[in-house]
Each structure stands twice: as structure tokens, then as C-alpha cells.
T-cell receptor, first 109, second 115 residues
């Protein structure tokens, strides 16, 4: 079965601390992984996709097929990073997204 | 602004009623996706349309149906509403949807409250 697991509902860190939001997936084929962010009262926005291998707002994520993980990392958290982060999997056949349950990142001053 | 619009923003209705949620995709996008976000189920894919035709179905109840019109806007119809249908319903659009992976742009959502 295709599944995305985000084990942490809430991650609270202090400003300037490193951040790692965990994401594990279950899929037998070649997945495409995404991170979406939802700031307070705003719509979901794409943050990262694994095929682009880019860094957005200081965030990076590496697909580890051996560990079936796609953890989101940032070396120094900023208060404006506080938001809900969703990891999502696309199997490509239909482009539908399978979302994890999300992690609320709270960056304390 | 991603360009995907959804109406209405909020909807309050009673159990047993029927509602229609509307989505207009970004200009040029042929695919429309509907997702339901609830506290207990999280974000779940409901259904996808591509250029007017149903392309994929997810965890969509039989009481729910959708369609995509020639002008590419889409409507999600929810009938015989139950309290558990209260949720945020998102629409997303992308350029293509068959065998190619394109970014999905999300609308602001419609918050449905069933009382």
C-alpha cells in the first residue's frame, strides 16, 4: 500500500536551531516526493520536490531509497518558518498526491 | 497567488442536505484534483479530472460526485450530508495529469460545516 508517515505532530525549536522534519514512505515503485507548506490561514504551497534537488528558503530534502525517507532539513530555523509541513508522495500514474498527517513546526524566539 | 479559486469560502448546512463546491483551475491547467482535509483523516485525495474526464478516484464516498465542465472548472457535489463530512475541501490544478508529474497548485479551500 502507498503510505506516507510523518511521526511528529508537533516540532518545537528555538530560532537558530537546526530543524529536521521526518518523512517515511511506503511504495514499491519509483516515487516522487514533495514537501508542501501551509502557513497560517494560507493555502498549501509546494516547498520542495525531490527531482529538482534545490534549496528553497534554506530547506533541503534528500530522497533515501534505502531507508524510504525524505526528511526535510534546515540548518538554522527562523520564526517565519513556523507552519504546517506536509510530506506527499506521487506515484506518477495519475499524479494524485498521498499526504502524510503533517508536522506543525513552531519556532520559538 | 496560485490562481486557483474556490467558492464559497465557508458553507454551513444541516445534515441530509446537498451542497456544491466550485473550483476554477489556473489558466491553462487541464487537471483538477479534489482533496478533503479533516482532523481525523488528514489530507485525503478524493478524485481527479483531466480535460473533462474522470482520471482517478480515491477515498470518495458514493454520496459525493464531481464533474469538470468544458471551460475546465469543476464542481464537487456532496449529498445526504453527515456530521462527519465537516471538513476543509481543497481543489488543486496542474498542467497535465496523465503519466507526468507536474506541480499541483492549491486553492484556498472551502470550509464545510454540517450541523
Amino acid at each position: 500500500a502507498q503510505r506516507v508517515t510523518q511521526p511528529e505532530k508537533l516540532l518545537s525549536v528555538f530560532k537558530g536551531a537546526p530543524v529536521e522534519l521526518k518523512c517515511n514512505y511506503s511504495y514499491s515503485g519509483s516515487p516522487e516526493l514533495f514537501w508542501y507548506v501551509q502557513y497560517s490561514r494560507q493555502r498549501l504551497q509546494l516547498l520542495l520536490r525531490h527531482i529538482s534537488r534545490e534549496s528553497i528558503k534554506g530547506f533541503t530534502a534528500d530522497l533515501n531509497k534505502g531507508e524510504t525517507s525524505f526528511h526535510l532539513k534546515k540548518p538554522f530555523a527562523q520564526e517565519e518558518d513556523s507552519a504546517m509541513y506536509y510530506c506527499a508522495l506521487s506515484t506518477g500514474a495519475t499524479n494524485k498526491l498521498i499526504f502524510g498527517t503533517g508536522t506543525l513546526l513552531a519556532v520559538q524566539p | 497567488d496560485s490562481g486557483v479559486t474556490q467558492t464559497p469560502k465557508h458553507l454551513i448546512t444541516a445534515t441530509g442536505q446537498r451542497v456544491t463546491l466550485r473550483c476554477s483551475p489556473r489558466s491553462g491547467d487541464l487537471s483538477v484534483y479534489w482533496y478533503q482535509q479533516s482532523l481525523d483523516q488528514g489530507l485525503q485525495f478524493l478524485i481527479q479530472y483531466y480535460n473533462g474526464e474522470e482520471r482517478a478516484k480515491g477515498n470518495i464516498l458514493e454520496r459525493f460526485s464531481a464533474q469538470q465542465f468544458p471551460d475546465l472548472h469543476s464542481e464537487l457535489n456532496l449529498s445526504s450530508l453527515e456530521l462527519g463530512d465537516s471538513a476543509l475541501y481543497f481543489c488543486a490544478s496542474s498542467a497535465l495529469g496523465a503519466g507526468q508529474s507536474y506541480e499541483q497548485y492549491f486553492g484556498p479551500g472551502t470550509r464545510l460545516t454540517v450541523t
